[in-house]
C-alpha cells in the first residue's frame, strides 16, 4: 500500500482554527457500509444512533502542555515536545534545533530547571532532570498544548481546556482523542436517558502522531509506542457485547438489556485499545506498538 493511495484535496480554508462555542454542535458524517450510502449529521444527533444497552468506550487520557521551548548552554534554541514519560525524572521528547543535541549534553528548561541529554535514539532524546525537578510541575507551569500541526496559530490559554475532552482523567498524552473533544455534558446525559452505558480505557497519545509518513510504502513508516490501559471490567463488557454482535449482525433491537447491546468506540484511539486488550481476555496494562505488544502487568 502506496502512500499516494491516500492523497485528496483538503483546502485549507475547510479546516477548522478554532472549535465551535458547542461542543456536540460539531458535524457528523454517518457512513454505511454494507448500503454504501453516508449522510451528514450532528455529534449531538449520536443518541438516536445508538440504542439501550449499547456501550460507548471513551478514552480518559489527559493532554499535558507538552510542547516547550529550551535553550541549549551555547544559547541555541531547542524546541521539545514530549514524546512519554519515563518516571517523574525521565522523558522522551522530539527535539528539534538547529543542530542536533547529543548524549551529555545540557538544556535550560522556562523556569529554571537543567535536564541533560542521556540518549538519542532518530529525532528522540532521553531527558533526564537534576534530582530537585520534575516533568510535570514543569510542563504544567511552562508548557505550551501541542496543537496539532493543521492547527496554524499561536495556542492560546482557552486551548488548555478546548484542546481537552470532559472527562479526561490521567495525564499522559501530547494529542487529545479527537472524537472525544465533541462530547459535552449535555450530550452524555442524553446518552445515559437513551440507556447507553459508558466506560473508559486510557490511551496516551503519544508524540508520534504528529510525524509525518516518509515511506512511499506505508509499511515501513516506523510506528512510535503508545501507553494504555484497560480495566478487567471494560474487557469483560466489550467481549459481552462483541460475542453477542457476531452471532446477530445487524441492528440490535431497541429492547437490548444492560450488557446485551453493541460496542461503539469513541475514536481510534479507544477501538485500538478495546481491540488489543480483548485478545488476552486479562486486564492489562501495555506498551503497544505496530509491531508487538509488551505486557507488562496482567491480573
Not at 508548557?143 to 482557552?158: D, F, K, Q, T
Request: proline content about 7%; hydrophobic content about 40%.
Amino acid at each position: 500500500m502506496q502512500k499516494s493511495d491516500f492523497y485528496y484535496e483538503l483546502p485549507d480554508a475547510l479546516i477548522a482554527q478554532a472549535p465551535l462555542a458547542e461542543r456536540s454542535a460539531a458535524r457528523m458524517l454517518i457512513v454505511d457500509g454494507r448500503q454504501g450510502t453516508w449522510e451528514d449529521a450532528r455529534i449531538c444527533d449520536l443518541p438516536d444512533l445508538l440504542q439501550p444497552g449499547d456501550l460507548l468506550v471513551l478514552n480518559d487520557t489527559r493532554v499535558l502542555p507538552a510542547r516547550l521551548q529550551a535553550r541549549k548552554a551555547t544559547g541555541g534554541a531547542v524546541e521539545l515536545l514530549l514524546d512519554r514519560l519515563v518516571d517523574a525524572r525521565e522523558g522522551w521528547f522530539l527535539a528539534k534545533s538547529s543542530k542536533a543535541l547529543r548524549p551529555g549534553m545540557r538544556v535550560h528548561l522556562p523556569g529554571g530547571a537543567v535536564a541533560t541529554v542521556e540518549e538519542k535514539d532518530g529525532m528522540d532524546v532521553r531527558l533526564i532532570l537534576s534530582a530537585d525537578a520534575q516533568w510535570l510541575p514543569i510542563l504544567e507551569a511552562e508548557g505550551s498544548m501541542p496543537l496539532p500541526p493543521y492547527i496554524r496559530r499561536v495556542p492560546e490559554a482557552s486551548d488548555r481546556e478546548r484542546y481537552q475532552t470532559i472527562y479526561a482523567a490521567h495525564p499522559g498524552a501530547v494529542a487529545a482523542p479527537t472524537a472525544g473533544l465533541h462530547f459535552d455534558a449535555n450530550l452524555l446525559a442524553a446518552l445515559a436517558a437513551r440507556g447507553v452505558e459508558r466506560t473508559f480505557v486510557t490511551l496516551h497519545v503519544g508524540a508520534g502522531t504528529f510525524l509525518p509518513v516518509r515511506s512511499d510504502d506505508i509499511t515501513e513508516h516506523p510506528m512510535h509506542a503508545e501507553t494504555m490501559e484497560v480495566s478487567a471490567t471494560t474487557v469483560a463488557a466489550g467481549m459481552r457485547r462483541s460475542s453477542r454482535t457476531a452471532r446477530e449482525p445487524g441492528p440490535l433491537p431497541t429492547s437490548s438489556t444492560s450488557g446485551s447491546g453493541r460496542p461503539a468506540a469513541a475514536s481510534t484511539a479507544s477501538m485500538s485499545a478495546v481491540k488489543r486488550s480483548s485478545r488476552s481476555g486479562r486486564y492489562i496494562s501495555c506498551c503497544a506498538s505496530q509491531r508487538s505488544i509488551q505486557v507488562l502487568a496482567s491480573s
